[in-house]
């Protein structure tokens, strides 16, 4: 038994013993059956993966790379497993309930509306959104954790010749355009050779645009990937564009002709076409031109309500975005009307402009309904953004997950899934939990009161 003591009224201490933690009587029963002699070997831990764990394809380098796991703790024994050290494994990663492949498994062949993307929302601040530094590093961060949509919002600078990056109308400082694209190409398939999308958010005049476009075409080159028409009926797969750079974004005004409404994240953007009649002049209209030509993705809300947004052109697709509080209030209404449109389109879910923390929501709600690109502030922290991380850490972590076939498909009569329709139990898991281990490591000692230790509880939830 171990002592700990603390101090009571300044001058008296409370002594109280902890238990070291040991291992169950299952845990004691399943390692002496393969290890007898009380010291496991690499073959027989292979047997307890194969016989005991269900592992059928476990590999005798699976189980060394479990003991290479192990080395450095002092209860390692160089000649195997002692009973400690194999309980140490059994409760660390090497034994997940469900281990991620590290291959990449999914169908990529299918249009690209049918993923979930790894999506990041204002991909360059580097902490909170109304007072952090702008900087390409959150940016490559993202990039190696595998997230494959990376937003830039586009700005003009002080003097309105060149573009800068930034979160307009807040305190962040701005980071160079030029720097954000380079940074992007020298690391978007380090970690998966599948396509980054990047969306602009874009609040440039059109000779600004075509700056972007020159910037953008001589950065990435043959990298880029560029559509022959502007009316997709289908997006091309994953694996069609496999190390390609895609844009997305608004068309430019002058040519949208009253057909969509520009409205950006926090929807503080006017559109010009509503403040009078702008004629572009011949240099304007090249240079739309030539900003068209790089989008990929072509983006937007079509004026009217929500039953225009969630409208499905059969002539062409596009992506919609919609704020997360939007999305919830579609979803009471409009729930089948999302997943038809997500079948064939693309739709992002952004966090609510009071989240000035960089905090996160509940991703479910824009998954369970199609949504590809549910965007996160990966700069935050707390459990929506575990879940996001946990989520795309399968198929290879290569920030594509294949969506399931229920949110694809239509029945007979042309209907979709109903994410509001009650659905009856099919499964009933029984969970038993043996015990909690490792708290004393996330708590700084200030976590315990003056007269006793803390008293914890547990939550199981399975996602």
């Not at 953004?385 to 042309?414: E, H, S």
């Amino acid at each position: 038994m171990l002592k700990q003591n603390f101090k009571v009224c300044l001058c008296w201490r409370r002594i109280f013993k902890t238990r070291v933690v040991e291992p169950p009587l299952e845990v004691k029963n399943a390692f002496f059956r393969y290890a007898p002699s009380g010291t496991m070997t690499v073959d027989e831990l292979l047997r307890f993966l194969i016989e005991h764990q269900g592992e059928k394809d476990a590999t005798r380098e699976d189980a060394q790379a479990i003991f290479d796991s192990l080395k450095h703790l002092n209860i390692f024994h160089r000649r195997g497993l002692h009973l400690e050290a194999f309980f140490r494994y059994l409760l660390g990663d090497h034994n997940l309930a469900h281990p991620p492949s590290q291959k990449v498994h999914h169908d990529m062949t299918a249009p690209l509306a049918h993923y979930f993307l790894f999506t990041g929302h204002n991909s360059y601040l580097t902490g909170n959104q109304l007072s952090s530094a702008s900087s390409v590093e959150p940016i490559k961060d993202a990039l190696l954790r595998g997230v494959r949509v990376i937003e830039l919002d586009l700005w003009p600078n002080s003097k309105g010749n060149d573009v800068e990056v930034r979160h307009g109308g807040t305190l962040t400082s701005p980071v160079d355009l030029q720097s954000c694209l380079k940074i992007i190409k020298d690391n978007a398939f380090t970690a998966s050779e599948y396509p980054v999308v990047i969306t602009f958010e874009d609040h440039l005049n059109s000779h600004l645009q075509k700056k972007v476009a020159k910037m953008v075409t001589e950065t990435f080159g043959e990298m880029l990937y560029c559509t022959e028409t502007e009316n997709l009926q289908q997006f091309p797969s994953p694996e069609s564009l496999k190390k390609r750079v895609l844009i997305s974004t608004k068309p430019p005004k002058e040519y949208l002709e009253g057909n969509t409404a520009d409205l950006s994240d926090n929807e503080s953007v006017t559109n010009p076409l509503d403040e009078g009649e702008h004629v572009p002049d011949e240099d304007e209209e090249k240079a739309v031109t030539q900003y068209r030509q790089i989008i990929a993705i072509h983006a937007g809300k079509l004026k009217g309500g929500l039953d225009n947004w969630l409208s499905d052109d059969p002539r062409k697709v596009r992506r919609l975005s919609l704020s997360e509080q939007e999305l919830e209030s579609a979803a009471k209404t409009h729930g089948t009307k999302i997943v038809r449109f997500t079948q064939r389109n693309l739709l992002r879910v952004f966090p609510k402009g009071t989240r000035l923390d960089s905090s996160n929501y509940n991703p479910f709600v824009g998954w369970m309904h199609g949504a590809q690109m549910v965007a996160f502030n990966m700069q935050g922290q707390g459990k929506h953004l575990w879940i996001m991380q946990g989520m795309f850490r399968a198929n290879g972590r290569c920030g594509y997950v294949k969506k399931p076939d229920f949110l694809l498909q239509r029945d007979p009569n042309d209907e979709v899934f109903n994410p509001n329709a009650h659905l009856d139990v099919k499964t009933v898991m029984t969970v038993k939990v043996y015990l909690g281990e490792g708290w004393h490591q996330d708590f700084h000692h200030t976590a315990f009161d003056r007269y006793s230790p803390p008293d914890f509880y547990t939550k199981v939830r399975d996602h």
